[in-house]
């Protein structure tokens, strides 16, 4: 039997040190490396944006033909090449569509993603910026800053406001995210239908029901509330047109935590200007940085955050670890792992 010591790689240095792999992660991967397996750090910054960096560090490259496991923000063309002896692929990120476009999908690695460990704060963020608009919170804020006393738009025969109790939440998406989602809002009354691209599956806990994406432009015609949660892939890319937008009954509430690509921004802002959408909460664009020119920007319904939904300090890296300890093992011993990822669907 070969004694010959087997390599993780982890690349998880991040810029963002809200995203940077903490010294306490780094001692816990160590504590707990199965027998026989050494951990090499890369200590050169890297990108923990969207799907991980484009090009990896030097020293992540003269790590790799080593390397069994790599544990990275997603993983570069230039890392696959160089990782002659890699077997299996872990992201610290959900989305994966950078990843599969290095070469990944025509390799047998095994290719393991985060979905779900973001789940929690993107589920409070979701719940927050729809009881934002709910409540009327952005009118209240743009009188704020006029310091006017004002209950005009609040107690017009036409008020928008209403309770999350009776409204019907459509969520595409019944992943990680979108269950997060899903029963925040159920637990304060609102009726949750997915989204699900094998309905037949079932429907997850806080959601009524859950349907096919042939059903999808029924569904929007009775959503108070519409949530895009899913994985960017051929099938969702440019899911969200302005013809699917104009679906939607007036005054409902877009949500948006997916990927930028999902949705017709431009269609969008031209809807919630007119006042036919009430108000839209978007973390992620087409093209980040969001551009100072983009109109979003100046509306006051809606409201734009810089793709940091799923920031939670602090709480992050425990359940990132726990996912991958959990997978770690079952590697070893040979068992099936969790957020296996589908190369052909995408996710």
Known sequence: MSTEARHLVLDLTAKSRNWALT??????????????????????????DGDGPQRASEEAVRLMPEAEIYFGFGITRDLLAAGRRLRWVHSAAAGVGSVLQTGIADTDILL?????????????????????????????????????????????????????SGARVLIVGTGGLGREAAWRFAALGATCVGIRRRPELGAPEGFASVVGMDALDGELAKADVLVLAAPLTGATA?????DRLALLPRRAIVVNVARGAMLDEDALAEMVESGR??????????????????????????????????????????????????????????????????????Y
């Open 23 to 48: 010294p306490e992660a780094e001692q816990r991967v160590r504590a707990e490396a199965p027998p026989g397996w050494v951990v090499d750090v890369v200590r050169s910054p890297t990108s923990s």
């Open 112 to 164: 393991t993603n985060s979905a779900g460990v973001h789940g929690p704060p993107i589920g409070e963020f979701v719940l927050a910026g729809v009881l934002h608009f709910m409540r009327g919170f952005d009118a209240a804020v743009d009188q704020q800053h006029r310091a006017e006393w004002s209950k005009a738009f609040f107690v017009a025969e036409e008020s928008p406001l209403r309770e999350i």
């Open 238 to 242: 440019a899911l969200m047109s302005r």
């Open 277 to 346: 959408l009430r108000g839209a909460v978007l973390d992620v664009f087409r093209e980040e940085p969001l551009a100072s020119t983009s109109r979003l920007w100046q509306l006051r319904a809606v409201l734009v955050a810089p793709h940091v939904s799923p920031v939670s300090p602090g709480r992050f890296w425990p359940r990132a670890l726990d996912l991958f300890f959990d997978n770690w093992r079952r590697y070893v011993a040979g068992t099936p792992l969790r957020n296996l990822v589908d190369k052909t669907a995408g």
